[in-house]
């Protein structure tokens, strides 16, 4: 009797183990996101990180969600969302998955409003773009990860400490080195850079298109180029992830010449991925304003 007694504990206390493992399963909207939730979570093998688009998908504009999306979706613990609109389909989400605990990265960041046309300006949501940004989209993470999985809050924690050490240090590191071209300023391709320029000290003279899909009607092409030229012609910066075209176009108007910038909403599923991004950015704007 007792060796069918022990048997059938171990038999539950498998079954337990499988239910929270699969429980414990945790979706991130998009790169960036995922990125950070790598770090917080790192080395934790109870936590299943996943990220719900495929990393080529760049920004989440318009985004429409997936019957893929709602079957991962389905059986997470938590969804990390960068907000501040980035995800213009949460409230399906939350409508569909009510009990799904939704972290939203945006909380305790001053959001700017995205430079428009349009009579109520939206919240820029390129957050992360600012390493101090960055700092609190970690903390974030973190401070919701403890509540939602205690048995790892020390492991959390310490992920996260160490983590935003190596931010900090990233931060100091990308104000020295840009601390030359500081006040100088530049053409970017979409509205992905006002966190980055307030952090690092650029001007943004001009965002040549609103929406990285946005084909330029003629009169829009001609009104970039106007404020390029005003500018004085400073630097194009294209995204890796996009046409580059448009650029191309104003480029061959003004002389500007044109470099790249990576807003970092996709690449290799490194846990470094973020730094080396950012310090290839500071790298791109060293070199435009050493020509």
């Not at 790192?42 to 299943?48: L, T, V």
């Not at 079957?71 to 949460?90: F, R, T």
């Not at 939602?148 to 190596?166: C, G, R, V």
């Amino acid at each position: 009797m007792r060796k069918i007694f022990v048997f059938m504990l171990a038999v539950l206390l498998a079954l337990t183990m499988t239910a929270h493992a699969e429980a414990a399963k945790v979706m991130t909207s998009f790169y960036p996101m995922y990125i950070f939730a790598m770090n917080v979570f790192n080395g934790i093998d109870g936590i299943e990180i996943d990220c719900m688009t495929a990393p080529e998908t760049g920004c989440l504009h318009d985004y429409q969600l997936l019957v893929g999306d709602m079957m991962k979706l389905s059986d997470a613990a938590a969804l990390i969302v960068c907000g501040a609109g980035m995800e213009s389909y949460l409230p399906d989400v939350q409508q569909q998955f009510p009990e799904l605990a939704v972290i939203d990265c945006s909380q305790g960041i001053a959001l700017l409003a995205e430079e428009s046309d349009e009579e109520e300006a939206e919240l820029n949501a390129h957050t992360w773009l600012d390493a101090q940004n960055a700092i609190k989209i970690v903390n974030t993470i973190a401070e919701n990860a403890v509540l939602l999985f205690p048995e790892y809050a020390q492991q959390i924690a310490s992920n996260a400490l160490a983590y935003t050490d190596k931010l900090e240090a990233l931060d100091m590191q990308l104000k020295d080195q840009l601390s030359p071209v500081q006040g100088k300023a530049i053409v970017t391709f979409h509205d992905a850079f006002p966190y980055f320029a307030n952090a690092y000290g650029l001007q943004i003279a001009a965002v040549i298109s609103e929406e990285h899909e946005e084909t330029l009607s003629p009169a829009q092409l001609s009104q970039v180029i106007e404020t390029v030229r005003e500018a004085g012609n400073p630097p194009l910066f294209t995204e890796p992830q996009y046409s580059a075209a448009a650029a191309y176009a104003v480029s061959a108007e003004t002389g500007a010449p044109i470099f790249t910038l990576d807003p970092l909403v996709s690449g290799d599923f490194e846990k470094d991925a973020y730094e080396a991004g950012m310090q290839r950015n500071a790298e791109a704007l060293l070199e435009a304003f050493a020509q």
